[in-house]
């Protein structure tokens, strides 16, 4: 006999999944998509989710709140501010590069550029900065490029997220995409995301507790003590692909920024309280 969350996982994965009608609106999904975490979960609050994991591990909770006290990662916020403020050869800086000088704008990404036809994310947008000031391209998982967007995420905090999918016909297929990316089974292990981080969220792979994806975009950059560094999204989009066996694409890839832009969408009205930190 299949247990009721797996039943309701299977309703909901469909219903998301293939649902063909564009007519109905990104807002279902994303209360569909709620409604399984808030029902699962239900001492929680949604806001309760950017916490991650420690939303749900009160044990892990415990010792995390006491890495915040001093946080692993203000030496990246740090270096982040210095490159940031640094000019470059032709004496700009990444605040020519932005609205607001870059300052308060990590609520405004991942977004839709109607122009280029494609999702752009704030490490895109970071690199592409510094290509176009004669920099040479940074690597989008870590180093350099992950200490800047930590500064920039980190004028972010206490700000909602807030992602809209407008009503053009190539937006809404890149947030199907990610979509489909979100349930698609990959890799030697056939899992989706969704397996990991919905269905089955809240339990324990070995010592670890599987997070939930609501409220997960909310405190990248991370430094996570597996890595010894921050990281961004992406690397762990790259990270999870390979848990399953599944050859893991380009960081920044078009299939990573698409996955991106739905599980952002997913998190809608969550506070952003990144950087963190993270096991």
Not at 155 to 175: E, F, L
Request: net charge positive.
């Amino acid at each position: 006999m299949k247990s009721p969350w797996l039943i309701i996982f299977t309703l909901l994965t469909t219903s998301l999944a293939f649902n063909t009608s564009y007519a109905e609106t990104q807002d279902e999904d994303l209360k569909k998509y709620r409604t399984f975490f808030l029902n699962k979960f239900s001492n929680l609050k949604l806001e309760d989710f950017k916490d991650g994991v420690y939303a749900l591990d009160s044990i892990a909770r415990e010792s995390w709140i006491e890495i915040e006290e001093f946080p692993p990662y203000e030496i990246y916020i740090e270096e982040g501010e210095e490159l940031f403020n640094k000019a470059f050869s032709n004496g700009k800086t990444f605040a020519d590069c932005f609205p607001n000088k870059g300052i308060g704008i990590a609520d405004q990404y991942p977004y839709w550029n109607n122009e280029r036809k494609e999702v752009i994310t704030l490490p895109l947008a970071v690199n592409e900065c510094h290509e176009k000031n004669n920099g040479k391209k940074l690597k989008y998982g870590k180093g350099k490029l992950a200490s800047i967007v930590s500064y920039m995420v980190s004028t972010t905090r206490g700000k909602k997220t807030n992602i809209i999918i407008p009503s053009d016909s190539d937006a809404v297929a890149a947030y199907e995409k990610g979509k489909q990316f979100f349930f698609a089974r990959r890799g030697q292990l056939n899992f989706s995301c969704a397996h990991c981080h919905m269905a089955y969220s809240g339990s324990h792979i070995r010592t670890e507790v599987l997070g939930p994806t609501l409220g997960q975009t909310t405190g990248f950059p991370v430094y996570r003590s597996k890595w010894g560094n921050m990281g961004t999204l992406h690397r762990r989009f790259s990270g999870c692909n390979k848990q399953v066996r599944a050859k893991p694409f380009k960081l920044q890839s078009e299939e990573y920024r698409n996955l991106e832009y739905f599980i952002t969408h997913m998190s809608n009205g969550i506070t952003i309280n990144g950087p963190s930190a993270r096991r």
